[in-house]
Structures are given as C-alpha cells and as structure tokens.
C-alpha cells in the first residue's frame, strides 16, 4: 500500500509540475547551429505573432522575405515577399495561393500554410540575412558568423521580466 501511495504522489507531483511548466513557460523560437547544434539565441514569440527573415536573393539580387508563423508548436510559412524574378521564387501560384503587389513594387505571394519541419538557412557571405522578430532586427551575420548553418525551431521557456 505505501508503495501504490508513494508511486501516487509521484505521478501527481510530475503532472503538477508540467501544469506548472505550460502555465509559466511562453512559446519561443530557438536558433540553433546546425552543425554543432549548440542553442545561438531564444526568442519568446507569442502565439499567432509572425517573424521573417529577409536575404538578397543569390542570381536575381533583389530581396526576399520569407514570414513564418508559429501554430501548434510547428514553424509554418505564411508568406513570401520578393521583387524579382529568378531562379528558385516562384514564378506560379498554387491552388489556395493568391498574389498581391505591394506600394513599393513587391510582389506578395501567400496562402501557404505549409509546416516547416527542418527550417533553415545558411548565412551569407556577400548579404545577411536579417531576422525580424518582435519588432527587433537581428542580423544572423552578427549573431552566429558567416556561412552557418541556422536551423529554426520552437519550443517553450520560462522567461523572467
């Protein structure tokens, strides 16, 4: 009987404390190197909020911005923004899809809604990729060097204020 009450309290002491964990973590995006795997930067996101990251585009040098939005604990894409066409952008509209253009002459493709389970990006060596979350900038360059390997991933933190 002590056996079955001790085995008891521990399992109501473990789901008190995942409660505890979920009441009081917020969900984050975690950048990690991709080759070591060592933890670059957390940033708590909220959910339904969206971050991007913005890069020179490789053959067509011109911009692009790919919006991402955590749901479920998942990276999804919601967007793309770009200027230009060229190797690797899109250059048809899937079904569900619609394109938009911008005041500033971007062309604005969205309804993706895809889940991105290995999200990553290796920083460049001649542009940054630049990281915006939360109403901040963060240039990967800066953060983690050139020709890394960053690979994006949620989870949930305990962060103090």
Do not use: W
């Not at 913005?54 to 604990?73: C, L, Q």
């Not at 983690?144 to 305990?158: A, D, P, S």
């Amino acid at each position: 009987m002590k056996r079955l009450l001790t085995g008891a309290a521990i399992v109501v002491m473990i789901a008190a404390s995942v409660f505890i964990y979920f009441i009081l973590s917020s969900p984050c995006l975690i950048l990690k190197n991709g080759d070591t795997g060592k933890t670059l930067a957390v940033y708590r996101i909220d959910k339904g909020n969206e971050f991007s990251i913005t890069f020179v585009h490789s053959v067509n040098k011109s911009p692009v911005t790919d919006v991402y939005e955590i749901r479920n604990g998942k990276i999804y894409v919601v967007r793309t923004i770009y200027y230009s066409f060229g190797a690797g952008v899109q250059t048809e509209i899937e079904e569900g899809q619609t394109l938009e253009y911008g005041e500033d002459g971007s062309m604005i493709v969205s309804g993706f809604y895809r889940p991105m389970d290995n999200l990553s990006y290796i920083v460049g060596t001649v542009s940054d990729h630049i990281l915006e979350i939360n109403g901040s900038s963060i240039k990967l360059r800066e953060l983690c060097g050139r020709n890394t390997t960053v690979h994006f991933l949620t989870g949930r933190r305990i962060f103090i204020n």
